[in-house]
C-alpha cells in the first residue's frame, strides 16, 4: 500500500501571495481516495510534494519546500469537484504569473501525478478548452515528477542524442562566432558589434573555425564514447595539444597557461587529477569550458557522486574548489535543463542546492561569498556593465547565466555572450551549450551549422555517444 503523505512528511511553507484561479474539475470516489494519498517525492529531483488535509489539496516544490497551489475538494451529492484554487504570485517564490498556465500545471499534476491519467482525457470530461500537449506540461513541471512515471521520457536513445548533438553544436558554434573578436573590448563591440558567423579577425581563422573550447569539449566527449576513466581524457587533451587532435583545421592555435601547465604533467605522468593547477591563481575558465558533456554521465548519480566526479575531471586542468564549484553550478543547471524544467525555476532553485552542496561538498564553506551574484542574487536583473566577461571563471559562469536568462533563443544569447568583448570564444562556448541544450539544435541558424568546422564529425560523435550513455552499444555489441 502506498505511504500516504501528511503534512508532516516533507518540509512545506504556506503561499505568501495567495491568487484564486476558477477552474472545473469533478471526481468519482476512487480518483478521490487517490488524491489523498498525494505525492511523497522520492528524491529532491522529483520536483513535487502533495497532501491533502482538511478538504485541501496542497502542492509545494520538493527542493524549497515553498507553496505553490492549494485547491479545494468540495463533496457533492455526484462525487467531488475543485471549483477555485489558490496560486502564489511571490516572485521571489515562483515566477509564473499566468493564470492559464497554472491551470494547465495543476492539471497535469493531478492527473499524471495522482490520478494516472492522460491529461488530455481529463480536458475533454471536464470541458476544458486549451492548446497544451503533454511536451509543455513536461517542460513547466520538469521529469521525474510522479511515482508511478519511469525515465523512458527523457532516456530514449533518439532524445538523448538529440540533446547531446544540441550541447556540441551549441558550444562549438558559440566558441567560433567568439574566435574572430577574442580579446577585443566590449565598447569597440558595441561600436562594431557581431551580427553573423564570420571569419579571419583576432586568429586569422576561416569562418566556422573552433577553438581550444570546443576541442577539448570534444575530448571530454570522445572519451565517454568508452568507459569512464580519467586517464583516457586527460590523454585526449595531451593528444590534442601534441597531436592536433579534435582541431577544427590541424592545428592548436589558442591554448590557457594553466591548461598548457597541466598537460606537460599528464605527458610525464602525473596522475590526472592532480594535474591541475590548486593555487588561487589557477581559476581561469579552462575546465568550465570543456565540462558539459560530463552531465550526460553523471545526470542519474547521486548528489555526492556527481560533485566528486566533477571535481576529478575539473582537476585534470583545474583543481582549485571554486574552478570545481563553478563547474558543478554549470552542469547542475544542465541536468535540470535536461529535465525540461524553466530557466528561472533552475536558477531559483540552484540557490539552495549549490549552497548546500558547497558546505556538504567542498569543504570550502566560504566560497559561497565568491558566488553570491548567482546563490543569493537575481543576475538576470543586472544591468550589461555590471556583467563582466572576463577569463576568470567566476566572469564566464556569471556572464553565460546572464545572457541565457536575458534572453529567448539561441541565436540571441550567443550574440549577446560574445558581444560581451573579451574572452568571446570562451563566453560563447560557455553560453552556447546551455542554449543549445535549452532550445534545440534545430533552433540553432542552419549557416552558422554549415559553416562550421567538421560538422559531420561532431554529428557522428554525438550519436557514438548517445550510444553509449543509453547502452545501446552494449547490446549492438552481443547481437
Request: with cysteine; glycine share 8%; aromatic share 10%.
Amino acid at each position: 500500500m502506498d505511504e500516504i503523505a501528511t503534512r508532516a512528511t516533507w518540509e512545506n511553507e504556506p503561499i505568501d501571495k495567495p491568487q484564486r484561479i476558477d477552474i472545473s474539475m469533478k471526481f468519482t470516489e476512487e480518483q478521490y481516495s487517490k488524491l489523498k494519498l498525494g505525492l511523497i517525492p522520492r528524491a529532491m529531483e522529483d520536483k513535487w510534494f502533495i497532501f491533502y488535509e482538511n478538504d485541501w489539496l496542497y502542492f509545494h516544490r520538493s527542493w524549497t519546500g515553498f507553496g505553490i497551489f492549494k485547491a479545494l475538494l468540495i463533496k457533492g451529492q455526484d462525487g467531488y469537484s475543485i471549483t477555485e484554487f489558490w496560486a502564489e504570485r511571490n516572485q521571489d517564490k515562483y515566477s509564473v504569473e499566468d493564470d492559464q498556465s497554472d491551470i494547465e500545471t495543476l492539471l497535469f499534476l493531478i492527473n499524471e501525478g495522482l490520478l494516472d491519467i492522460d491529461t488530455r482525457e481529463s480536458y475533454i470530461q471536464n470541458n476544458i478548452k486549451t492548446d497544451v500537449d503533454l511536451v509543455k506540461g513536461w517542460s513547466n513541471l520538469g521529469t521525474l515528477l510522479f511515482k508511478n512515471k519511469d525515465a523512458e521520457n527523457t532516456d530514449n536513445l533518439s532524445d538523448l542524442t538529440d540533446s547531446i548533438k544540441s550541447v556540441l553544436f551549441g558550444v562549438a558554434v558559440g566558441d567560433a562566432i567568439g574566435v574572430p573578436v577574442e580579446f577585443k573590448s566590449r565598447a569597440t563591440l558595441r561600436g562594431n558589434p557581431v551580427t553573423d558567423m564570420f571569419g579571419f579577425g583576432t586568429h586569422h581563422m576561416p569562418s566556422g573555425t573552433f577553438s581550444d573550447d570546443s576541442s577539448l569539449t570534444f575530448c571530454l566527449a570522445e572519451a565517454l564514447t568508452h568507459d569512464f576513466d580519467l586517464n583516457t581524457i586527460g590523454q585526449n587533451f595531451v593528444k590534442w595539444c601534441k597531436k592536433n587532435y579534435w582541431t577544427a583545421g590541424g592545428n592548436v592555435f589558442d591554448i590557457g597557461i594553466t591548461t598548457l601547465k597541466a598537460i606537460y604533467k599528464l605527458e610525464i605522468g602525473i596522475r590526472p587529477d592532480l594535474a591541475g593547477g590548486t593555487d588561487i591563481d589557477s581559476n581561469g575558465n579552462g575546465s568550465l569550458m570543456r565540462i558539459l558533456p560530463l552531465f550526460f554521465y553523471l545526470r542519474d548519480k547521486e548528489n555526492n557522486k556527481r560533485f566528486e566526479i566533477t571535481k576529478q575531471v575539473s582537476s585534470i586542468t583545474h583543481g582549485h574548489i571554486r574552478s570545481v564549484i563553478a563547474c558543478y553550478y554549470y552542469l547542475e543547471f544542465a541536468r535540470q535543463l535536461f529535465a525540461h524544467k524553466d530557466k528561472f525555476e533552475i536558477y531559483h532553485d540552484l540557490k539552495n542546492e549549490i549552497t548546500d552542496a558547497i558546505r556538504l561538498f567542498s569543504g570550502a564553506p566560504s566560497e559561497d561569498d565568491v558566488f553570491h551574484r548567482l546563490l543569493k542574487g537575481d543576475i538576470h536583473k543586472l544591468p550589461e556593465e555590471r556583467i563582466q566577461s572576463s577569463g576568470y571563471v567566476v566572469h564566464t559562469l556569471e556572464a553565460s547565466i546572464w545572457c541565457l536568462l536575458t534572453t529567448d533563443n539561441y541565436h540571441d544569447a550567443v550574440l549577446k555572450a560574445v558581444n560581451l568583448g573579451e574572452d568571446t570564444d570562451t563566453t560563447g562556448a560557455v553560453t552556447g551549450g546551455l542554449a543549445g541544450l535549452l532550445y534545440g539544435h534545430e533552433t540553432i541558424p542552419k549557416n552558422w551549422i554549415e559553416t562550421l568546422a567538421r560538422k559531420d564529425d561532431i554529428n557522428d560523435l554525438a550519436k557514438r555517444l548517445g550510444n553509449k550513455i543509453s547502452g545501446t552499444d552494449q547490446v549492438k555489441s552481443h547481437l
